[in-house]
């Protein structure tokens, strides 16, 4: 056993190997093998992950944690299918990424996976219902069907009276709502989160803890949540840490 020290979230004990070996799972929502990311800094190609194997289980509560720069955001990439790797394979929902033309990817992370960054990342000419809404039209949803769905999402999480405001008129805390509400539209198997409450005040960040672990009870969605808040990873079915390219297992079911 080794001791987990390069994050501030906690200083539980972690194994010393990988968290998974990553069997090709159908009912996996997210699952990579083998993944290996570099990067070219002028004559020097810089390792960032040397070997990641995860499987997500539909329904899991997953927090990545770790020291600034240990790749962290580098994997959530990969897992999104944003990144390709250097080396290794990655799955969503069951169907491999690599193999994907640039449109057939962007249709399949439309309809498979959400995303909730840091800073929020609204369009700030629009409404909080068409922000909502946007991915939806993107997925070719009718427009009064969309803007139904994206009332619902709003009213699920606080913010009924607050759809025709722009984001300059919401709150941080507000601003992030709207984006996980977004991030739910098409009704994925997993949401992606980097940093959610990293931009928000610890009352705030709270609020919006109680509101993911409601909507993962009640809608069944998968989340995995790159995080240094150790409210966050506290809460999570599992802990793993990124430390020299890899995962290991900090907490919760292995």
Not at 122 to 144: D, H, K, Q, Y
Request: proline share 4%; glycine share 8%; hydrophobic share 40%.
């Amino acid at each position: 056993m080794t001791t987990d020290t390069d994050t501030d979230t906690d200083t539980d004990t972690d194994t010393d190997t990988d968290t998974d070996i990553a069997m090709a799972d159908p009912t996996a929502v997210l699952h990579c093998r083998d993944v290996h990311k570099s990067y070219r800094q002028g004559s020097e190609q810089v390792a960032v992950l040397t070997g990641v194997n995860l499987t997500v289980a539909a329904g899991e509560k997953l927090a990545i944690v770790g020291a600034s720069g240990s790749g962290k955001s580098t994997l959530l990439n990969m897992l999104g299918g944003l990144d390709d790797p250097s080396a290794g394979e990655v799955w969503i929902q069951g169907a491999a990424v690599a193999p994907m033309s640039e449109s057939d990817r962007a249709r399949w992370r439309n309809q498979h996976l959400g995303f909730v960054y840091q800073f929020h990342h609204l369009l700030p000419e629009f409404s909080a219902l068409e922000n909502v809404a946007m991915p939806l039209l993107i997925g070719r949803v009718t427009p009064a069907v969309a803007q139904e769905r994206a009332r619902l999402l709003l009213m699920d999480v606080g913010l009924a009276a607050r759809t025709s405001h722009k984001p300059a008129a919401l709150s941080g805390g507000e601003r992030q709502r709207v984006a996980i509400a977004r991030a739910l539209a098409m009704e994925p198997g997993c949401v992606l989160m980097d940093e959610p409450t990293g931009n928000l005040d610890p009352a705030t960040a709270q609020t919006v803890l109680e509101l993911l672990l409601k909507l993962n009870e009640e809608s069944g969605i998968s989340f995995v949540i790159v995080t240094h808040d150790r409210q966050i990873a506290a809460r999570m079915d599992r802990v793993v840490s990124l430390r020299d390219g890899r995962l290991y297992h900090v907490g919760g079911a292995p």
